[in-house]
């Protein structure tokens, strides 16, 4: 019973909590930059030593300086506080701060709350499966220290709290779920988006491609997309993902360009039977592409419209996987008009650069007798001439690089070859365009979806003809051609530049990532991209459509879930029985004759309860005053063998205090 | 004028609590319809931050934020059943007290009894809205606990009113039950006066002779039985043999001290009452027979010459309740 402060929380209960939440701040840390992981530790050392020492709160000056000094250190390091990562580096190195006033219960609830907050921060940089085991956790540890708070001085041991914390947390899953399932989620974003596509988003294809760019994404081999094709898999050089359409070329790049970013969409003129609808689970990256197979159409994503060069765009902003169907047309005529616009700029090249390929271009133009023919004329060239597709080709500078490669150096990767064909093919006057995206794709080998990686990444061009529309030509294929038919590992001599997934298959390594993924996958499709859409559709299978519905159901289940948990508990809270059989069966038997209105007295013994119901119901005398010898013989003189025993739990079972 | 609101409305929410607090004799066990549930600040608090990570989980579409979010909503309900579970069928077994002299404290033991599988925990009492101990009961055990009112006045002490308070196990709702319990403790009044005992207003057979410890005459030795006084074992005797040996006084000269108020007539009411109770105490440090005798006219009573300290309390109670 404690009576001197018992709101002060003792040193145990100070280093649990500044434990716990070191260890919950440490994925934090790993993600600030150098110096302020370097505060974080200072801070979080100091709060360790007065934790230990029983320190008293620093006095206000110190504590306003401080936290003066940590808010000014966040502001220039990020140039803002409002930021993801400035957001959590100041949550972090603020509860660090706080950790030195928890003297008293309500300190240490204040702390622990934010505590959970902190976790919430962390989902919001990575929703991998490795995530979950981090919440666990830390919603395991703050959850026991809660307990130990409120268990009063004669609090239980540690082993018991994580026991108790542990059992809330499992009563509390099944409402977790079911408000996962049925809470109405709300489409857009409420007040805005990070505009780096937040924490989780990679650097996917970009609006500029310069030598290199390609090949700097083909190192990695992270996953870009994940398809499913339900109507059937395309063949090989047909699998090829439309990504962003370049059409100026300046300075040695390619890039979008601005008056072409406004045109409008291309018709697309297709026979429906050459439609394929592709499910596609977008990995999160930092634009808003949506990549879809080539020619893309039109996709289920509401906010999205299609570009001028024939590429889906999202409207809307997301964080996170984006999951869609997309329908593309894999033989179609794509404008079959060119507005004189379009024209103009699909043939406008800078002056005064690369006058060899200018000279070459002009020579197919004056001796060729079709557009067709100078298409082939320009492929003969890659293919007839030594040209190597290499991951590391001899770099050509920017000046003049196209003239250096078709001449001098003939070695490149696939924006190499795009590049200079389409520079080749507007300098002999057709109008042509760099597409980048991905070529290719593996099959996981364990679901019935394929994986596009970033080291699929790929360029090639396109060249309008008349009455064929813009057509895609990949001057890669005259190179190497295994790059269309096989995939990038056999089409490039030198592999060893390739991320491992990419060049090897069959080991057991790679099975074992591949098992992964298809975890990853199913956790990503179901779990993660459990958005509007997917809730509307299946609450539609569960036959609940309207708001009504759901939030009677949503309310249902949870008072269910709740009436469930009172009765466990009123069970939990029962009186327990005793072990012993023969006390077991004489309380049984005071229970029945209690209910014929004869209730035992606590201070009643056997001898004592049995005379006072003869006097008022003699017939029971003779089975009743056996009985009561029975039990005292059998329970205080410690008479008696099993059988006997055995014999009084039968006896008893068999007597009915008739009225 | 709002303080004058504010003492009638809480007037009217205690007359209110009053109409519901039932009074209870031990034992006795409380049940659900009895026991109050809110949310503390803390509670608040954390519902506010849980609101906040909905927000953001939301804004940002993020599943894992949800279902974290989802987990401490989940948490927080049954945290409340919880708490409500710990107060639930606890046992009050009884309630025992000392009688002590006014102007001390009077301690009331009370006995709680778990009679569950499952221990309970930061039990906090309270009386009169100054805190009390904090009990924790493991399953299926008793444990008794103690709590003081001082007692200004002599007379019957009633139990205060107890406020059974509980956060556990999450401190987000704070679950309580109003306890009031027929029980009360006798306050003897307090002894005070420094006259001598009244042997000269004793009567026709009563001596007047003060008997000093020892001046006694002696009559024989004879077996210590139960119950004699310590004071009259001589030891001395009782070294030579087996047993405890006892002396024996004279009976025919044995003093009778009758205690009343004859003497008393010019002090106050309740000083002719401590004077009294300072007599008993000395007559009973003495070893002495007393008796007490008050007056009929407020519901007085005769108390038979006697020792012991069963007749001591018999007398200290009639002048408590007089």
Known sequence: MAHAEPNRLNVRQRLWITGSITLLCLPQVLHLPLWLGGLAILIYGWQWLSAWR????????????????????VLTS??????????????????????????????????????????????????????????????????????????????????????????????????????????????????GLPADGGATARTGL?????????????????????????????????????????????????????????????????????????????????????????????????????????????????????????????????????????????TALPDNINPRARALAARWRQTADSPRAIIQRALALFHNQPFVYTLTPTRTGQHNSIDRFLFETREGFCEHYASAFTFLMRAAGLPARVVTGYLGGTPSTVGDYWLVRSSDAHAWSEVWLRGAGWVRIDPTAAVAPQRVQTGIAAALADDSALPYMTRSTGSVWYRLQML????????????????????????????????????????????????????????????????????????????????????????????AYCNRIIRQRPDWRKTLVPLTRQYIALRYADQGNTATRRRFVREVARFRPRK | MLAKLRAGLGARIQRAIDRRIPVQTPPFTIYSDKIYILPTCSGLYFALLVLVMLLGSLNYSNSLGF???????????????????????????????????????????????????????????????????????????????????????????????????????????????????????????RPAGDLPLPWHSSGTERTTRAIAHGDAEFSGHRGYVPGDSPRQIDWKASARSDTLIVTRHHAGYEQQLWLGTEALRHLAPEARLSQLARWVLTADAAGLRYGLELPDAYNGKTLPPDSGSAHRHACLTALALY
């Open chain 1, 54 to 73: 029983d320190a008293p709160k620093p006095n206000f000056m110190v504590r306003i300086s401080l936290i003066v000094g940590v808010v000014a250190i």
């Open chain 1, 78 to 191: 990020f140039g803002q506080l409002n930021g993801l990562e400035a957001g959590s580096a100041l949550l972090v190195l603020m509860l660090g701060l706080k950790l030195s006033e928890i003297q008293h219960y309500r300190d240490g609830i204040l702390v622990l709350s934010l505590g959970y907050f902190v976790l919430i921060t962390q989902c919001l940089f990575s929703q991998s499966l490795a995530m979950i085991g981090y919440l666990v956790v830390g919603c395991w540890l703050l959850t026991a220290l809660l307990v130990d708070l409120n268990c009063g001085p004669d609090g239980p041991r540690p082993g018991i709290l994580l026991k108790t914390s542990g059992r809330l947390l499992m009563q509390a899953a099944p409402i977790a779920a079911v408000l996962f399932v049925l809470f109405p989620r709300i489409p857009a974003p409420l007040w």
């Open chain 1, 206 to 346: 970009s609006d500029t491609m310069r030598p290199g760019s390609i090949s700097r994404l083909v190192r990695s081999d992270e996953v870009a997309l994940r398809a499913r094709f339900p109507k059937g898999l395309p063949p090989p050089q047909a699998r090829y993902w439309r990504g962003p359409v370049l059409w100026r070329f300046t300075d040695g790049a390619w890039r979008i360009g601005e008056i072409p970013r406004k045109f409008p969409k291309p018709t697309i003129v297709v026979h429906p039977g050459n439609i394929t609808n592709v499910q596609i689970l977008l990995a999160p990256t930092k634009s808003d592409w949506l990549i879809a197979l080539d020619i893309p159409i039109s996709s289920s994503i509401t906010e999205a419209r299609l570009t001028g060069g024939a590429t889906l765009v999202a409207t809307q902003s997301s964080i996170g996987p984006r999951r869609y169907r997309a329908r593309s047309a894999t033989r179609a005529i794509m404008q079959p008009q060119l507005p004189l616009l379009i024209r103009h700029y699909a």
């Open chain 1, 516 to 607: 992964w993924d298809g975890i990853n996958t199913g956790w990503s499709r179901w779990f993660l991209a459990y958005g509007p859409k997917l809730q509307a559709r299946f609450l539609s299978l569960l036959g609940l459509t309207n708001w009504r519905d759901i939030l009677f159901t949503l309310t249902g289940l949870v008072v269910g879930i709740l009436v469930l948990l009172s009765i466990w508990l009123a069970w939990q809270t029962r009186r327990p029985a005793p072990t012993d059989p023969i006390q077991r069966a004489w309380l049984s038997l005071c229970k029945r004759l209690g209910r014929r209105g004869f209730d035992r007295a606590p201070h009643e013994g056997p001898q």
């Open chain 2, 67 to 189: 279902a974290l979010t989802f987990t401490l909503v989940g948490l927080g309900l049954v945290a409340m059943h919880h708490t409500q579970h710990n107060l639930l069928r606890l046992r009050l077994l009884a309630v025992d007290a000392k009688p002590v002299f006014a102007g001390e404290t009077a301690r009331f033991k009370l006995t709680f009894s778990n009679e569950s599988c499952v221990p309970r925990y930061a039990i906090r009492i309270s009386t009169h809205g100054r805190p009390g101990p904090s009990l924790s009961i493991i399953a299926n055990a008793e444990l008794s606990t103690q709590v003081a009112r001082p007692a200004s006045r002599r007379g019957r002490l009633a139990c205060p009113r107890l406020r059974l308070d509980t956060t556990y196990p999450l401190g987000l709702f704070n679950a309580w039950h109003w306890m009031e319990i027929d029980a009360s403790v006798i306050i003897y009044p």
